[in-house]
């Protein structure tokens, strides 16, 4: 406690509180909880609420109301004004989002207890029980990792009964990336369609830029680019240039739209691509580490493996300066994103340390398999680790792995990841060269060219391109190899996908 203008000093001398700061300001505690919860029950609860009612309003004159916004409620719940005590919380809330996601979810975890001690002929009740649970179901993700529980179907109800399609879009934008953390890719998809459509219905266009951007997440691992691009366009249409409209969920969901307009754009053979990772990636700079994190995921998790990026020396200031700002933060799922990133680019970028980036990857692997992050980002753990044992020889491993995660994408359907597993599973059973290897070879080639795509999607035709040369090279065609190659070349080069432009070189 601080204590201005008065004399305790017999408290102290009966040993009742000790000064335990002394500077800038004297700080004061009861020596003991017991004394305090004596001191405290002994006033008349009249006199109490009035007491922590001028706490409230002491603090709130002091300036910094957001960042003591908590501090503030939680007296004037003590003092019995909830609807105040409800809305700090809330405020609170919104201050900590982009800063301390845990003490925001707090804060809107205070709120709906607060919304759920208000009697039930309030007429505010029924808002104030849905407004913090909507908020908590969208941010579950940030928290929980790929086990989170977003209390969904408790808001689904409460929103039918109020008939509030706004609070159910808010709460079902969170369920949304909780099933794809969990690894039900298809069941994301179909609920980020629902969202899109209820998003149409409700008709607000700030809130349609704050949750567009988990609807594109939940069909980016099915690899919908068409649809993703038609999304990120008409978000970037609705944002104006605003990189802060509809900061609900996501910092800037101006930044995550043009950097999956980027990927799409390069998916699809479409050109501008690299100028929107890269304007997307300066945009959240000196955003929060979350923000850096996110976009920087984006920007190289999918265009390293797929040769559209190299792993180059942007690529790595990049990446290095977003883990560096994650462990700054403490927010874990910042951390999670970043060491992924981090580690993708340093094992593929043929230096001194690919151990560390496999480090790294099998850290994000465990926190996968424990539910404490997303169980997509098991695909690319899989390519990276098949890749290097390949390269140091290890190719009985090299096809084991990449065989067995190949036929778990080829049984989910498509995926993003699809062509880079399958690549490294092919290229293993060349470098064996038995001719059981070659015919199976040939049918997962033929598996991955038979997967239905969206009309124009160049990452599976480059791929197949690369994996038509190295097979005819296999069987000693010189004729097919050359003409598989040269077309594997022009082809690389037409997209500007500089990774297939130099593995392409490297071939005789």
């Known amino acids: 406690m601080l204590v201005d203008n008065a004399d305790i000093s017999p408290l102290i001398d009966a040993q009742l509180v000790d000064q335990v700061r002394f500077t800038p300001?004297?700080?004061?505690?009861?020596?003991?909880?017991?004394?305090?919860?004596v001191a405290y029950e002994s006033q008349l609860k009249s006199d109490r609420a009035q007491l922590h009612r001028r706490l409230a309003a002491a603090i709130e004159s002091r300036g910094a109301g957001d960042e003591n916004a908590a501090l503030i409620a939680e007296h004037l719940e003590a003092a019995g004004d909830l609807h105040r005590a409800f809305t700090w919380q809330m405020r609170a809330g919104a201050w900590a989002t982009f800063r301390d996601i845990a003490a925001a979810r707090t804060s809107w975890q205070r709120a709906i207890q607060v919304a759920d001690r208000l009697p039930d002929d309030d007429p505010d009740r029924m808002s104030m029980r849905i407004e913090p649970r909507s908020l908590l179901c969208t941010s579950a993700f940030r928290a929980g990792g790929s086990g989170a529980d977003t209390g969904f179907d408790e808001l689904r109800e409460l929103c039918t009964a109020a008939r509030d399609e706004r609070s159910l879009a808010i709460g079902m934008a969170g369920w949304v990336i909780a099933q794809e953390m969990k690894g039900n890719l298809r069941d994301a998809s179909r609920l980020a369609g629902e969202l899109v459509e209820l998003l149409e219905s409700v008709g607000d266009s700030t809130l349609t830029v704050a949750l567009l951007p988990q609807a594109m997440i939940g069909k980016h691992e099915t690899a919908e680019m068409a649809e993703i691009l038609r999304l990120a366009q008409y978000l970037i249409y609705l944002a104006e240039g605003d990189p802060t409209k509809g900061n609900l969920v996501t910092e800037s969901p101006l930044s995550v739209a043009v950097v999956l307009r980027g990927l799409a754009r390069g998916c699809l053979g479409i050109p501008g691509w690299r100028d929107d990772i890269r304007q997307a990636v300066d945009m959240v700079r000196s955003s929060s580490a979350m923000g850096l994190a996110g976009t920087v995921w984006f920007a190289y998790?999918?265009?390293?493996?797929?040769?559209?990026?190299?792993?180059?020396?942007?690529?790595?200031?990049?990446?290095?300066?977003?883990?560096?700002?994650?462990?700054q933060s403490g927010d874990d799922l910042a951390l999670d994103l970043s060491r992924t990133a981090r580690g993708v680019t340093l094992v593929y970028q043929h230096g001194p340390e690919p151990e560390a980036g496999l480090d790294l990857l099998a850290m994000i692997r465990e926190r996968a398999l424990n539910q404490r992050f997303s169980m997509t980002l098991l695909?690319?753990?899989?390519?990276?680790?098949?890749?290097?044992?390949?390269?140091?020889?290890?190719i009985e491993g090299a096809i084991e792995c990449s065989r067995a995660a190949a036929e778990e994408l080829f049984g989910d359907g498509l995926s993003i990841w699809s062509a880079p597993t399958v690549a490294v599973l092919v290229e293993s059973l060349l470098r064996r060269g038995s001719d059981a290897d070659l015919r199976e070879a040939r049918a997962a080639i033929d598996q991955l060219a038979a997967l239905p795509t969206d009309a124009g999607y160049v990452l599976h035709e480059i791929w197949l391109l690369r994996l038509e040369t190295r097979l005819a090279q296999a069987h000693g065609d010189e004729a097919a190899y050359r003409h598989h190659r040269d077309r594997y070349w022009a082809r690389a080069a037409e997209l500007g996908f500089e990774g297939h432009m130099k593995w392409a070189e490297a071939m005789p």
């Open 25 to 37: 300001r004297a700080e004061y505690a009861f020596r003991h909880p017991m004394i305090r919860t």
């Open 301 to 327: 998790i999918l265009t390293i493996p797929n040769g559209l990026l190299m792993a180059d020396a942007t690529a790595d200031r990049d990446t290095a300066e977003a883990l560096a700002m994650a462990e």
């Open 379 to 394: 695909p690319i753990t899989n390519i990276c680790t098949a890749r290097y044992k390949a390269q140091l020889g290890e």
